[in-house]
């Protein structure tokens, strides 16, 4: 029983040496202004689930879509919009972000916060089922970059649309690819049968071809 409550007690500690340092790093690194501060508010009003990105996973999707000189991105899965801030913002002059949400509620939360953002004018936000709205993409293609954030059941889906909806030298990526470990696990819900066969076609099928495809998770936010 010492050694169990021993290593429970090292796990807690851990915990909390993690949260520290993920603080620190965000302090300087990510630090949230006005309006991302006003983005989480209005999700919390308006009752959407607090699942958002960190703000190091925000600044590290900025840093790419910079670094990459992005000038067309496209989101799948908006929720309420503060991850469409951090992506708006490395958008060069004449640059665009398009994100879907199936919600309309959610919709109109993510409106609101690029407004308050100042990224109104390079992003546009459609209503609708994310497999339904894809293919109507194909004109406007191709994108630079693609953040997928949504339900994880069609994540496979997904990814073959961000693939026909790319070009080579695009950056795919795609959020809870890992999950605590249960994508390397025998599924046990549409969800994570979503994420293991994304991670099958990504890293077995993706991997040999032309697109850079970037599972993101981060060591305690899954």
């Known amino acids: 029983m010492s050694d169990i409550r021993s290593e429970l007690e090292l796990l807690q500690q851990q915990e ?3 949260k520290k340092i993920e603080e620190a790093i965000t302090g300087v690194f990510a630090p949230e202004d006005e309006a991302l501060r006003y983005a989480l508010t209005s999700m919390r009003e308006a009752g959407l689930p607090e699942i958002q990105i960190s703000p190091i996973q ?3 999707l900025q840093l790419l879509a910079a670094a990459s000189n992005a000038r067309s991105i496209l989101e799948i899965g908006s929720l309420g919009g503060y991850s469409g801030i951090w992506l708006a913002r490395a958008l ?3 640059g665009r972000l398009i994100t879907l949400e199936i919600n309309p509620t959610h919709a109109a939360v993510v409106r609101k916060s690029f407004e308050k953002a100042g990224v109104s004018d390079r992003t546009e936000v459609r209503v609708g089922n994310a497999l339904d709205l894809l293919p109507k993409l194909e004109s406007e293609a191709p994108f630079d970059l693609v ?3 949504a339900d994880k059941a069609p ?3 997904y990814l073959e649309w961000a693939l026909r909806l ?3 030298g ?3 990526v795609a959020d809870n690819c890992i999950r605590r470990g249960i994508a390397f696990q025998t599924p046990g819900d549409e969800g994570v049968a979503g994420i293991v066969e994304f991670n099958i076609r990504a890293w077995c099928r993706c991997f040999y071809r032309w697109m850079m495809t970037i599972p993101m998770a981060s060591p305690w936010r899954w």
């Open 16 to 18: 909390k040496t993690r």
């Open 92 to 94: 060069p002059p004449g």
């Open 155 to 157: 994540y496979p889906q």
């Open 166 to 168: 790319s070009r080579p």
């Open 58 to 60: 925000g600044k590290f």
């Open 170 to 172: 695009s950056i795919i």
């Open 147 to 149: 953040f997928i954030d």
